[in-house]
């Protein structure tokens, strides 16, 4: 699978569940230790989702059910195949925004500045990502419950996969056309740049639905 790739110019400067949430509550939040932003600690679940939508708050039709949406037995694993809008409401229902592009980098580097949210190193084991030419032995090309890859981590302390399972909707848009961070389960090559908290990123059309696109929402000030 390719998506749609955009250059972006950099800004300024043990298996658990890691969200601390429910559903009907939302994932923790996670706050940046030097920027006045607090960011979600993983990618929002198919259950979480859902109450949204029972909530009357969230679009049903803005998540493709055939994607996790749609899988009985998929609550912890992230929501995918939705579009923009639907990433928008979700993250206004939990009393939050889609993340600045800023936002999820500055979370993404963590305080000292990283390459890749779990060091310097790329490692593509570490998070649940492949590509079409660099795959890892025994691994399915799928998504796995947030928040339970614990080499997954950072860069802040308790955030999971800022580099795997799903690439997410960030507020950088034109017109239409609005970018998304991170690597997920399948992503365009090079991975190592795809996966890192750098200039390279890619982009679709808000209505776009993909399997490796999901959300994740920041809002300001601490948790």
């Given at each position: 699978m390719v998506?749609?790739?955009?250059?972006?110019?950099?800004p300024p400067l043990a298996a658990r569940r890691a969200d601390g949430g429910?559903?009907?509550?939302?994932p923790a939040w996670i706050t940046h230790p030097t920027q006045s932003f607090s960011i979600t600690?993983?990618?929002?679940?198919?259950?979480?989702f859902r109450a949204c939508v029972d909530a009357n708050a969230c679009d049903p039709s803005t998540v493709n059910a055939a994607c996790n949406y749609g899988q009985s037995n998929h609550d912890d694993h992230p929501v995918n195949c939705v579009a923009y809008q639907g990433a928008a409401q979700y993250c206004t229902y939990i009393g939050g925004r889609i993340c600045t592009e800023s936002e999820w980098l500055d979370a993404c580097r963590g305080s000292d500045g990283r390459q890749f949210p779990y060091g310097s190193t790329f490692d593509l084991a570490a998070c649940n990502s492949q590509s079409q030419s660099q795959t890892?032995?025994?691994r399915e090309r799928a998504t796995v419950p947030?928040?339970?890859m614990s080499t997954c981590e950072g860069g802040l302390a308790g955030l999971f996969d800022m580099a795997g399972n799903v690439a997410e909707w960030v507020d950088a848009c034109k017109g239409a056309y609005c970018k998304f961070r991170g690597a997920g389960y399948l992503?365009?090559?090079p991975i190592a740049s795809f996966a890192a908290c750098g200039s390279i990123c890619s982009g679709n059309d808000q209505s776009f639905q993909s399997g490796i696109v999901g959300i994740r929402c920041c809002r300001d000030g601490s948790d």
């Open positions: 998506v749609g790739i955009a250059l972006c110019a950099l429910t559903p009907a509550t939302g600690a993983t990618e929002v679940t198919v259950g979480q890892v032995e025994g947030v928040g339970t992503s365009n090559d």
